[in-house]
Every structure is written in C-alpha cells, then in structure tokens.
C-alpha cells in the first residue's frame, strides 16, 4: 500500500472539514433534496444512517466498558447511542477541532464522555484501554492507513471490538470517480484506498471472528481481537 504521512496532509484535511462543517450532517444524513440527489446518483442510495444503525447495534445498550470513536467528526450518528451508554467510558478523538467542536456541542453535558484531539496514527492511550474501537467514515480520510490499522489495534484489548465502515473502491464507477475527481481534490477522502478484498486481507491479519459486508461502495465490518 503506498502510504502518504500526516505531516504533509495535516493542514488539508483541517481546512476541508473546516470549509465542510456546516454542509457535513445535512449531506451525510441526506437532510434535503440536493443531498438526497447527491447520495442517489454517486452513492447508489446507500444510507448512511442506516449503514451507521446496523454498527452500532454491534454494542449493547448496558455496555459499561471503555468506547474509542476514531474519528469522531460532529457525532451526527453517534449521538443518540452514546448519550444512552451512561455505564460507559466514551472517548471521542478527532484530527479537525472544528468538527470535534460540533461533537462537543452535541455531547459536552455528559460526564461519562471525553473529548481528543488528535491523531489517529498516534493515539495517546496505553495498550489495550479500550473494549471497543469504532472508526466510522475515518479510513478514506485517513492519510496514514497502515498507522491507523496498527494504532486501533495497539489500544484494542484482546477480546476488544473492532467495527466501522468506510469507502472502498471497486464498487462502482461512479463513485470510485467522485471520491478520486472530488472528494480527494477537496481532501475530505485521501488515497489510496482499499478494495473489499484488501479490507478482508488487513481485518483478517489483525483480528479473528470477522465479519464484513457491503452497501453499494461502503463496507462495514466488526471483529474481534
Ligand atoms: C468523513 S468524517 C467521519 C466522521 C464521523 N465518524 C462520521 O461518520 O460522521 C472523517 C473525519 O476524519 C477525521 N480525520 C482525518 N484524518 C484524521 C486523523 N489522522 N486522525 C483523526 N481524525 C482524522 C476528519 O477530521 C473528519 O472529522
């Protein structure tokens, strides 16, 4: 996989979240018309409410371990489920204060909740914190994958979850043209991508008991550890 680092992405990917703040939960939940179109004709109708449903009902409703959500982004699908997981430790980590900022606003009166800034590819958490490590829509904006797969895994501890969804190529032209013509030029997406195939090959190295499956170009997953 050729991998691009942080250092020289950190500034963009800011910037794009920064200039996609106030369009990201109204695109991503398909909050009007335009989106709805968007998400139609480049996604297949993939709807990511329900994509993001189906992942988080991997984690109980009495839950009472320790949550990473990495990233974050304004906790548009994760809101509701981590207010009501109050015997759980959540942690809630992004590279964008601007997104984390809107997360915050969402999330900040609740005590069994913190909030990271940081980066995924060097996550400040001793090995094996963590129960469960949810990365939802992170690694198609991740410029460092290969630092992200070994970091969530690092924290992870044996027996942990690993669950989330991300783009991968090779689903559908049109999508595969969107994120390389758009998406990527705008840095919201940042290359390489994976296919279903190297997904299966990474969760399968890492981790036992996997589980993935595909809606249109998005794949989501969980495993054990
Ligand atoms: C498409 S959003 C997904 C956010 C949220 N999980 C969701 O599904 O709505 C991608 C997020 O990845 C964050 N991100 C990009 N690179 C990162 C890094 N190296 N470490 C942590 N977060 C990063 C961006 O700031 C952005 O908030």
Redo the contacts with the bound molecule.
Sequence with gaps: MNISV?GTGDDR?KSA?HASKNIYDNV?TQGSFLSKLYINFFWSGTDDIEVANKILSYIPEDFDGTILD?????A??TEKKWKNLTKANIIC????ED?LDQAKGRLSDCSHISFVQ????KLPFENGKCDVVLS???FH???DKKKAFRETYRVLKKGGSFIGCFYIKGKSGRTDWLVKNILTKKG?FTPPFLTEENLLKVLHKLYSKVECHTDGSIAYFKCRK
């Excluded at 990495?70 to 304004?74: A, Q, R």
Aim: charged share 5%; proline share 7%.
């Design positions: 942080l990917i979240y991503l990495v990233p974050v982004g304004t548009v699908f980590l992004d590279y964008s997104m940081g980066d995924v590819g939802m829509n992170g904006a991740f410029p919201w």
